[in-house]
């Protein structure tokens, strides 16, 4: 028996992510095929900070927020409406792109992500799909970041480095004893 193709996209509920899930769906109408959205999670301190001190009802809030952020998603991305093509929403426990790369492991598969979060996001955590298109061993399609979310990002930086230049001001006018 033939296995449908599959469609393995990550969903964090960002825009980027938003779109994905859309282009996602659009492949597997195309490619008669079902979709898997997966939204990983870890604990805040990571796995090794768990194992360490483990904290069983702060897991519970994060397990709890991963599933609640994964259901507004998908609610957000389609509005109560049925996709149209076979849909799963799974939370998954672990590292992002580790995680959708196990996922997107059968022969035939599609892995589907959103573009990069912000910079900060990036030099914290590193890019999932640059990390994804390295190692992954089917297709890795990344829906562009769309005009709209540059668009936030260059203002948002913007508000970001003015007010850092603000509290470095307002810094040197009481380090200078100025009103």
Known sequence: ???RPRIVVGVSGSLGSLAAVHRAVAEARRLGGEVLALHAWEPPSGEFGHRRSPC?????AVRELAATTLAEAMAEAFGGTDPGVPLTART???????????AAGRPGDLLVLGPSGSWLHRGLR?????YCVRRANCPVLVVPRSELASTLDEVSGRLFAARALDAELRGL????GGA
């Open 1 to 3: 028996m033939e296995q």
């Open 56 to 60: 069983p009802p702060l897991m519970s």
């Open 92 to 102: 998954v426990r672990g590292r992002t792109a580790p995680t959708l790369l196990a």
């Open 126 to 130: 590193g890019s999932v799909p640059a």
């Open 173 to 176: 006018v009481a380090v200078s």
